[in-house]
């Protein structure tokens, strides 16, 4: 059974950091996609940035403009974990933040979309105050 468990969200000032973390068990990690998604209040989930290792061993990133410049993912295969690393923060990125994985195999590519995606996690809150 794969499970994601997020965590590392909070409460932040905005123009702070925050750095979210998202657990993988009961699979083989360092092969599949990882993705991030948020979700604010009254609003459909949005992609954040995905991650995706292909057979040459090249990690390929994709993020959305909104985030691009101020978040960074990556992944520690070792610990099976996928981080997303989160400057600069403004209110508008306030919301319910799930880590994605899928068994599906990209080609230097990281998916973007939900459909693209499995697994998910159980979403850990993140607030950014004015």
């Known amino acids: 059974q794969v499970q994601l468990v997020e965590s590392g969200g909070g409460l932040v000032q905005a123009g702070g950091s925050l750095r979210l973390s998202c657990a993988v068990s009961?699979?083989?990690?360092?092969?599949?996609?990882m993705g991030w998604f948020r979700q604010a209040p009254g609003k459909e989930r949005e992609f954040v940035a995905s991650i995706n290792r292909s057979g040459d061993r090249t990690y390929y990133t994709s993020y959305a403009d909104s985030v691009k410049g101020r978040f960074t993912i990556s992944r520690d295969n070792a610990k099976n974990t996928v981080y997303l690393q989160m400057n600069s923060l403004k209110p508008e990125d306030t919301a319910t933040y799930y880590c994605a994985s899928t068994d599906a195999a990209y080609i230097r590519y990281a998916p973007t979309t939900e459909v693209s995606y499995t697994y998910w996690g159980q979403g850990t809150q993140v607030t950014v105050s004015s």
């Open positions: 009961g699979r083989t990690f360092s092969r599949n996609p």
